[in-house]
Structure formats: C-alpha cells, structure tokens
C-alpha cells in the first residue's frame, strides 16, 4: 500500500498545527485531504494499490495537481486518478469545490458592491491568508459567471411540482434607476427533492418577459409537469396559458389571503374573513371546501358585497390543490418555498441597494440561488411522493 495509515497521517496533520499553530491549519488540512481522497479511490475501486482481488472494478492512475483556495488558505491537493470501467471523482473535493464557489460569491458580491479591489485584496488576506491581486479577482468573478452559465443552463428532467414567482430589485439602466423583476422557478423531482430550476432579470413581468423564462425551461427538458402554483399575476397567467397549457395550476392561498384584505371594507372584520378563508382552503375535499364557499358568499353579501364578489371568482383558483393527495397539500398549496428564497435574496442584495446593470444584478442573485440549490439537493427530502413513504 503507498497511502499512509490513518493514524500517520493524523499525526503529520497534527505536527502541522503544533510547529504553525493557525497558520499550519492548511497544510494539516491539506494532508488529511490527500490521504482522504486516496482512501476513497480504494473504496471506489474495491481494492488498495497493487491488491489483486476478483472485486476489484479498476486502477489507480496517478494524481492530477490542483490548488484550491479555501477559508483555511491555499491547499495544494494531489487528486487520486483511474482508469478502467469505474468512475471517480472525490467526494471531499466536491464539499471543498462548494467552498471554494462560497469564497467566490463573497468575492462576487464585495465586487458588485463596489468594493474597491484593495479592500477585496485586503479582506481575503485577513481572513483566508490568500493574497490575490487585482487580475486574479476578474478572473474570479468570470470564473464564476462560467459556473453561473453552466447551472443556469443545464438539463432538466421530470419535475412533477413547478413554483413560479418574482422579486425586484433597483438597477441602474440607460442613466435611469428602474426596478428589475427577478423570475424564479424552484421545483419538486420524482426524488421529493427540491431545486432551484431557474432564475432570469428582466425589466418586468410582463406576459413576453415569463413566456420566454418558461420556454427556456421547456428547451432545457423539464417534462412531466403535475401542478403548478404560483401567485394571479396576469403576465404569468397568460405565459402559463401559452408554454403549458393543460398543466393544472392553483393559485397561491398566501397570496389569496393577502388580496382578499383589500375587499374587506373594515378594520375589524380582517380577522373574520381571514379565519373564513383559512377554512375554506383547508377543508378536506373540493366538495366541502365548495360547500364552505357557498355559505361564506353568502354570510357577505349583505355587509360586505365586493368581498363576497371577490371570494366567489378568486378562491375556486385555490381549489386545484385538491387534487392532490391531503399530505402533498400543505407543501403545494403555496409559493412559501419561494418566498423564503426572496428574503434571502433581499437578505444578501440590501447593502448593495442599486445594480450597474442587469448583468450584475443577475450573477449576484444566481450565486445566491445556486449555492441554496445545491443544499437543496444535498438535503432531506421535502416531500412524499407516496403514500407508503415515511415523512422526513
């Protein structure tokens, strides 16, 4: 075997932090990944170098050289490579490359809010001991629009569950300040995993602006689609209408309740209707939340006839949800998945308080979006796609 025993390579790790201390903490890290790695491509081979063994899937083929800068400094990394009917690729250096995106995006994000080059250089340095200069931080922020490009742009499958909503943001566009719409797109896989599909700057919601965000995602192979939710917006509803005509859809019920405030002729009653609405929308089946309906139309009519109007050509939007099984309701029913994702975003864009540009606009919130993706699809499942599954 060429690879060190575990407890060699520990105790090398160790004497790198006692002779450095913090500053030894990359060339411990980098041993401990090394000899990780070279562990896993025995793993992955089901078998150690030069083991002859019938379970054996491949060869060891020597090491690829790589620099990965990451909050600990600079590790030079020797990556385990194989040949023969096997694919590898470590899985410790994927969460390292995860880093090294972070270490990106914070980088991205002082650039676009104008953060001098210095300060970038000057940051990194106390914080990561990595010096860079002024050409390698371009270089960064194109490295990562490339990876930004890559994920905005790859290949989707069968997402039975689509939400759809928009966030704005301030943008500096021919010498006017202007307010950007922010398209997203999250979904649901056959997995029960969610994922963030896509996201698109333009400069509204307009009926064109969504109707080519879901052609995009439509030429990117998304199939299979069983429900879509998302808010009445009529740009969105007339681009639905034109990309995925036939696919049921239902309106939002957060949003539902938000818009039925503005029918309510007093203060008072705000509560009262909200609870009525609540139970209409959480009734069992589509007959007793019909049923509900009905008898609530009727309690306004008198005292508050617009809200009864409303209720009566609003809310059987909300019903479509029920054609779901009752434990996919409360995970579909709204865009919540969604808005969590716009308070981040606003979370993380507020210091920034105006774009340059569209552009930078949408490298900054992609960032953003891919990173949470990611963890998305790494994470627990988020929704039982069968009865016989057990809930997570």
Excluded at 167 to 196: H, Q
Excluded at 251 to 277: F, G, K, S, T
Excluded at 327 to 342: G, H
Excluded at 351 to 362: G, I, K, M
């Amino acid at each position: 075997m060429t690879h060190k025993n575990d407890s060699t390579a520990l105790a090398e790790a160790m004497e790198q932090v006692i002779e450095h201390g913090m500053e030894g903490l990359s060339g411990a890290m980098t041993i401990l990944l090394n000899e990780a790695m070279k562990i896993e491509r025995s793993r992955a081979l089901q078998a150690v170098p030069w083991e002859r063994t019938d379970q054996r899937l491949g060869y060891a083929n020597g090491y690829k050289d790589k620099a990965l800068d990451t909050r600990v400094g600079r590790l030079q990394l020797s990556i385990p490579q194989v040949r023969g009917d096997v694919s590898f690729y470590p899985s410790a250096l994927e969460r390292g490359l995860r880093s090294e995106r972070a270490l990106l995006l914070a980088m991205a994000e002082m650039y676009v809010k104008g953060v001098s080059t210095r300060k970038v250089q000057d940051v990194l340095q106390k914080l990561c001991g990595l010096e860079i200069t002024a050409t390698q931080v371009s270089r960064a922020c194109e490295k990562l629009d490339q990876e930004i490009e890559q994920w905005r742009n790859r290949p989707l499958g069968c997402i039975p569950f689509l939400q759809l909503d928009a966030t704005y943001e301030k943008v500096r566009c021919d010498g006017t300040v202007v307010s950007c719409a922010v398209l997203i797109a999250t979904g649901v896989n056959l997995a029960g995993k969610r994922s963030i599909l896509g996201v698109s700057v333009s400069l509204s919601e307009a009926e064109v602006h969504w109707r080519e965000f879901l052609g995009r995602l439509k030429e990117r192979g998304i199939h299979g689609i069983e429900m879509i939710t998302s808010d009445d917006h009529q740009g969105l509803r007339a681009a639905l209408r034109a990309t995925f005509n036939g696919v049921p859809w239902t309106r939002c019920h957060v949003h539902l309740q938000r818009n039925a405030a503005a029918y309510v002729p007093r203060l008072q009653m705000r509560a009262e209707v909200a609870q009525d609405i609540r139970s209409i929308l959480n009734a069992p089946d589509l007959e007793e939340a019909e049923r509900l309906l009905a008898k609530t139309v009727m309690k306004y009519e008198s005292k508050a006839s617009r809200l009864a109007q409303w209720m009566q050509s609003n809310l059987p939007d909300g019903f479509t949800i029920f054609k779901l099984p009752p434990y996919q309701r409360r995970r579909l029913r709204s865009t919540n998945m969604l808005e969590r994702l716009n308070k981040e975003i606003k979370r993380r864009t507020r210091v920034a308080t105006l774009f340059p540009n569209e552009q930078s606009l949408l490298r900054l919130v992609s960032a953003i979006l891919m990173e949470i993706s990611d963890e998305w699809e790494a994470g627990r499942i988020y929704l039982r796609m069968s009865n016989s599954e057990l809930a997570n």
